[in-house]
């Protein structure tokens, strides 16, 4: 079955600067890879997601980036802001709309 | 748009009682919705995978005598954890497939905290 990895599990970064998260996938039918961003008490909420026959996605300070044949995506959040700060969760698709997730990263932007 | 709602958002219960929790797509309609529990700074576990209209489909471990789920309609599903015991503490959380999306995308509720005594 899909395995997907996460890292890093935590990342501190000053207000402004950039945050990149990492995944990889293990398997290669995988074709769909959200983002998901969780705060504490709430649900996930979608915030990115990426196709594989697309390399990159960007919306404003978010982007995403897919390298099919390394079976790895990451997340780039650029001019952090405190209210980035949450965990996110990144996870691939194994068919019948099911997702595996990563173990998630907490990202807090220090001001 | 893409609103999933859940309900009750928190339930405190004791041992041995069943509670139930819904989840509504607001404003689509969803064939596919999941059901995923989270412990405290864990990730999300799906528990099942339900269709409208016909039987869930449950992950390895994960009893559906206990965890009875039912998706009656195109925007509802209901969870019921019978028989509630302390372990069964946790966050649940729904997600609803879009019927008319071209991919995976899955849309998450808020989540229902629900407490066993």
């Known amino acids: 079955g899909e395995n997907v990895e996460q890292h890093p599990s935590t990342l501190s970064v000053q207000e402004g600067d950039s945050a990149v998260i990492k995944c990889t996938y293990s398997d290669s039918a995988s074709n769909y890879f959200p983002w998901y961003k969780q705060e504490l008490g709430k649900g996930p909420q979608l915030i990115i997601d990426i196709r594989s026959n697309v390399g990159e996605k960007k919306d404003q300070r978010i982007a995403v980036t897919l390298n099919k044949t390394a079976k790895h995506f990451s997340l780039h959040i650029t001019e952090t802001q405190p209210e980035d700060s949450a965990v996110y969760f990144c996870a691939a698709n194994r068919g019948s709309y099911q997702l595996t997730f990563g173990k998630g990263t907490k990202l807090s932007v220090i001001p | 748009g893409a609103v999933v709602s859940q309900h009750p958002s928190r339930v405190i219960c004791k041992s041995g009682t069943s509670v139930k929790i819904e989840c509504r797509s607001l404003?689509?309609?969803?064939?596919?919705m999941f059901w995923y529990r989270q412990f405290p700074k864990k990730s999300l576990m799906l528990m099942a995978t339900s269709n409208e209209g016909s039987k869930a489909t449950y992950e390895q471990g994960v009893e559906k005598d206990k965890f009875l789920i039912n998706h009656a309609s195109l925007t509802l599903s209901t969870l019921t954890v019978t028989s509630a015991h302390p372990e069964d503490s946790s966050f649940y959380i729904c997600?609803?497939?879009?019927?008319?999306?071209?991919?995976?995308?899955?849309?998450f509720g808020p989540g229902t905290r629900l407490t066993v005594l």
């Open positions: 997600s609803a497939a879009p019927t008319s999306a071209s991919t995976d995308t899955q849309y």
């Open positions: 404003d689509f309609q969803a064939t596919t």
